[in-house]
C-alpha cells in the first residue's frame, strides 16, 4: 500500500492577517514536514494583526515574520484541503477539493484578551484536522 503524499491545506479568509495566519502557523507547528501549509486572503491586509502575533507568542509560535499573501487560484488548485474562515464567496470553487469552512470569530481591531479564545478554537479544530488526516500532532 502507498503512503500518499504530504497533503496540501490552503487557509483563506478575507484580509490573511488573523484566523488563517493563526491556522497557518498551528498546522505548520504541529504538523511539521507531514503537511505543506498556505495561507491567503481575498483582499489581504498590509500586515498581520499585530494582537495576533502577540497572542501566537504566548503559545510559543513566532509569525512576526508572516505577511498576508493575496488568494490565487493556483494556490487552491495546488491544495488538498481549503480551509475558509468567513470569506464567503471570494474563495474559488474546484470539483474534487476538500473545502472546510470555519465559523470564527474576527480578531480585526480586537486586543490580545479578544484573540485568545479564537486563538485556542484554532488550536483545537487543527488538532482534529491532523487527527482527520491521520497526522500525529507533535508535542
Known amino acids: 500500500m502507498s503512503?500518499?503524499?504530504?497533503?496540501?491545506?490552503?487557509?483563506?479568509?478575507?484580509?490573511?492577517?488573523?484566523?488563517s495566519q493563526m491556522g497557518a502557523a498551528f498546522l505548520a507547528h504541529l504538523g511539521g514536514d507531514r503537511v505543506q501549509v498556505r495561507s491567503a486572503g481575498s483582499?489581504?491586509?498590509?500586515?498581520?494583526?499585530?494582537?495576533?502575533?502577540?497572542?501566537?507568542?504566548?503559545?510559543?509560535?513566532?509569525?512576526?515574520?508572516?505577511?498576508?499573501?493575496?488568494?490565487?487560484?493556483?494556490?487552491?488548485?495546488?491544495?488538498d484541503v481549503v480551509i475558509t474562515m468567513g470569506c464567503g464567496d471570494a474563495c474559488p470553487y474546484f470539483p474534487g477539493k476538500r473545502y472546510?469552512?470555519?465559523?470564527?470569530?474576527?480578531?480585526?481591531g480586537q486586543g490580545v484578551d479578544a484573540v485568545r479564545p479564537i486563538r485556542d478554537r484554532i488550536e483545537q479544530r487543527i488538532r482534529g484536522?491532523?487527527?482527520?488526516?491521520?497526522i500525529e500532532a507533535a508535542a
Not at 494582537?51 to 498576508?68: F, H, K, L, W
Request: hydrophobic share 50%; glycine share 4%.
Open 3 to 19: 503512503t500518499p503524499a504530504v497533503p496540501t491545506v490552503l487557509f483563506v479568509c478575507v484580509h490573511n492577517a488573523g484566523r
Open 43 to 79: 483582499a489581504p491586509a498590509e500586515t498581520v494583526n499585530a494582537a495576533v502575533v502577540e497572542a501566537m507568542r504566548e503559545v510559543g509560535i513566532d509569525i512576526s515574520a508572516q505577511t498576508p499573501k493575496v488568494l490565487t487560484v493556483e494556490a487552491v488548485e495546488a491544495s
Open 100 to 108: 472546510l469552512d470555519w465559523k470564527l470569530d474576527d480578531p480585526a
Open 129 to 134: 484536522l491532523l487527527a482527520e488526516l491521520g
